[in-house]
């Protein structure tokens, strides 16, 4: 979900809103979770799903779209989420298109649900951006999985707009500003989130990688969005010279996209782009 700025950007930059992130971001978290879903079995009858770290509902929503043709009866799913404001969408979502849902504002680290809860649960997006890698919140959703229940996390092997990030970071901002998601050489192997699903216990331990696309924007409102977002979140304050290397560095950014691997530009102008996840799938023992 979208956090709040913490600090003054340049007078060029889009204002960081719900809308704004709901439009770079497009369908990226619901096709996460559609390619992770993908890794189990059909979803039966009476199963019960917690949508962890549920947000807007990205993972709801996916979940909804592939039994959309053939919906499994008397399934129940229990949304939770940190985010006050992410539980209010999420609700909307409930009413407007009938998921068979409910919400709870809930810390993933904390969950209230009782043992042996759930058949399956869904981290969809989630662990790796947690601090001690996510490591309790996987033991919570192994402590609330029935047994033989079945867990779903993921983390990004390839995210395609990170080196136009870098790029345009290490050029144009002052040296030694952070990169963004500096953890995301670690989370990129399927050993890292392989390993930390162990650690929470689960067993038969699968980890996939699968490509997705998305299409963005035309590329210029696409550039400015993500540059807009990187700078309203940074940690280190913006100065006068991020305003004055604007268009300098909109212009790498886009050079950048354009050239990533597996990157194809369409029709209007809008790209194409290639993500890979790692999606892992555990169970927790039947005994």
């Known amino acids: ?24 971001t497009a369908d990226i978290y619901v096709n996460t979770a559609k ?16 949508d962890n770290g549920c947000g807007n509902g990205s993972a709801t929503a996916a979940l909804m779209d592939i039994i959309a043709e053939k919906p ?31 919400s709870f504002h809930m810390d993933s680290n904390s969950l209230s649900f009782p ?10 997006a989630l662990v790796f951006v947690l601090p001690d890698d996510g490591l309790g919140t996987l033991k919570e959703m192994h402590r609330t999985l029935k047994p033989g229940g079945i867990a779903i996390a993921n983390s990004w092997a390839v995210i395609p707009q990170m080196d136009a990030i870098e790029a345009a970071t290490t050029t144009t901002r002052p040296p030694g500003t952070p990169l963004p998601l500096l953890k995301r050489e670690r989370w990129s192997h399927p050993d890292m989130l392989r390993g930390v699903m162990q650690k929470a216990g689960f067993e038969d331990v699968k980890v996939t990688q699968t490509e997705m696309w998305i299409t963005t924007c035309e590329i210029h409102r696409y550039a400015t969005m993500l540059w807009s977002f990187v700078l309203g979140t940074s940690s280190v304050a913006c100065s006068i010279e991020e305003e004055e290397n604007w ?13 990533t691997e597996g990157a194809e530009v369409v029709e209007g102008r809008r790209l194409k782009l290639r993500f890979v996840v790692n999606v892992g799938v555990g169970m927790k023992s039947p005994m």
């Open 1 to 24: 979900m979208l956090r709040e700025r913490v600090n003054p950007v340049p007078k060029q930059a889009i204002a960081l809103t719900p809308e704004l992130y709901n439009e770079l």
């Open 35 to 50: 390619v992770s879903f993908a890794q189990v079995a059909p979803i039966p009858e009476g199963a019960s799903i917690h």
């Open 72 to 102: 499994p009866k008397f399934i129940c799913i229990k949304a939770t989420d940190m985010a006050e404001n992410a539980i209010k969408i999420y609700n909307k979502r409930i009413v407007d298109d009938k998921w068979p849902a409910e």
């Open 115 to 124: 043992d042996n809860t759930f058949t399956h649960s869904i981290a969809n």
């Open 247 to 259: 268009d300098r560095a909109i212009g790498i950014i886009e050079e950048e996209l354009m050239n």
